[in-house]
């Protein structure tokens, strides 16, 4: 039965034509594939003695036999339609026959570095090195994500030249065109703290972070939950060899944090300036620790790298705060701290979105972020009472709700069309008959 005989939405029926492929196709013969390789030999008088040897070569392939490609072919990660593009088959060529040189194209080509991961690509190499299990690919994916060590999305590529060169008789022509090169869709893409957790861990635990330790560790949970080994003999002949390797990095006094590096000197005060991991991500820090006077911070925007951030870079930073304008009367000041640039205004912030650069935003952009906030502040408070200014009905994430004394409590879900109309007598009847909060476990 096809995906189009059954009901649901288009993601099930999706999800049910792949399942269905796959069986079927797991139960087929296996395809054919012809492929042809001719060695091109090049004559002429002008070749030296140093080319002769050189030829062109041709490569095709084409189906001899569908099999089990009638029915499912596997994607990758850049082809989202399920089919894999096969070369078109070589016209018939014998041994011997001479070939006559319509024209040679020659295009520059860039050397490319391997395609990031993809999640599915991930677990694709996760099972091919033997590490994890299927139950543990998704909370794998799921913890390098929360702990920010790779952010899932989209990165821009910049535009390149490259030069196609064609010879048609004896007269080359040349053109310059244009490419993008390194922009990534959806793939895993490792953050500043990702790389420098990487190589800590690489340079101090090189055993742990070999791909075969991983692979090793399995092979022994199947041993102890087949009886054939006891788990404390196994955990103490680990922690043997690995304790005083984490006792001899706690003891270690390095001059530098991982990932700490000089950029040189501030023009101005003349003290070093670095970049560094902080408490709340990757940093710029003008002056050390060991100077009288306090050094200066300020946050990395999410569009530079620690790895390619140079000094002109880290002191125009260092330009911030700075003033835009007057808005009502009052200041309107562009910042940055610890969770990122924002704008300031009456002693209110507001953060500034991701694609905004807080060392060129306009005035206007920033009223427009103040007034925003202000309609989103509105709409969050719906109601107080001069009864009692600790009480309040709140709009969240999940409902309206009453906030009072330091503590929040739900309105009944039949009262939450009319959250805004309640009196203050019904909230303090909702506040007295709220249910005592569950204790939360502990483990041990």
């Known amino acids: 039965m096809t995906a189009a005989a059954i009901d649901g939405t288009g993601q099930e029926k999706r999800l049910y034509d792949l399942i269905w492929k796959r069986t079927i196709a797991s139960q087929m013969a296996d395809a054919r594939i012809e492929k042809t390789t001719v060695n091109i030999e090049i004559s002429g008088d002008s070749l030296s003695q140093k080319h002769q040897e050189l030829q062109f070569v041709a490569n ?3 189906i001899v036999f569908d099999g089990f490609l009638k029915v499912y072919r596997e994607s990758t990660d850049d082809d989202d339609n399920g089919t894999e593009v096969f070369s078109h088959a070589l016209p018939v060529m014998h041994e011997g026959d001479a070939l006559e040189r319509r024209d040679i194209t020659s295009t520059e080509r860039y050397l490319q570095g391997p395609s990031r991961y993809t999640e599915a690509s991930l677990v694709h ?14 909370p794998t994916i799921s913890t390098i994500q929360q702990r920010e060590y790779v952010q899932k999305g989209d990165k821009k590529g910049e535009e390149r030249k490259y030069v196609v060169d064609t010879l048609m008789g004896i007269k080359v ?5 244009k490419e993008m090169n390194g922009a990534d ?8 703290i990702g790389m420098v957790v990487n190589d800590f861990l690489m340079e101090n635990f090189p055993d742990i972070m070999d791909y075969n330790f991983t692979a090793k560790v399995e092979q022994e949970f199947d041993k102890i939950s087949e009886g054939k080994a006891a788990w404390n003999t196994e955990m103490k002949a680990f922690y043997k060899k690995f304790e005083p390797e984490v006792e001899a990095v706690l003891n270690a006094r390095s001059e530098h944090k991982a990932g700490e590096r000089q950029l040189g000197e501030d023009p101005k005060t003349g003290k070093p300036v670095f970049v560094k991991i902080g408490r709340f991500g990757p940093v710029v820090q003008i002056g050390s620790a060991d100077d009288e006077e306090k050094p200066r911070f300020s946050q990395l925007p999410s569009d530079k790298s620690m790895d390619s951030l140079t000094l002109e870079d880290a002191l125009e930073l ?19 701290g610890r969770f990122g640039p924002y704008v300031m205004h009456e002693k209110k912030y507001v953060s500034l979105p991701k694609d905004e650069d807080p060392l060129t935003i306009t005035l206007d952009t920033a009223i427009h972020l103040i007034q925003k906030k202000r309609l989103q502040e509105a709409q969050r408070h719906l109601k107080t009472f001069d009864e009692d200014p600790k009480m309040e009905v709140m709009n969240g994430r999940y409902g309206p709700y009453i906030a009072y004394d330091g503590k929040n409590f739900r309105i009944p879900k039949n009262l939450h069309d009319a959250a805004a109309e309640l009196t203050y007598g019904q909230c303090q009847e909702i506040v007295k008959n709220a249910p005592e909060p569950k ?3 502990t483990r041990r």
Not at 185 to 192: A, F, M, N
Not at 322 to 333: M, T, W
């Open 60 to 62: 095709g392939e084409v």
């Open 125 to 138: 190499k996760l099972e091919e090195l033997g590490i994890g299990r299927p139950s543990t690919y998704a």
């Open 173 to 177: 022509t040349s053109k310059t065109k």
């Open 185 to 192: 869709k959806g793939k895993l893409i490792p953050t500043d």
């Open 318 to 336: 260092f330009k911030l705060p700075r003033k835009v304008g007057q808005f009502e009367g009052s200041e309107v000041i562009i910042g940055a």
């Open 439 to 441: 204790a939360k476990r």
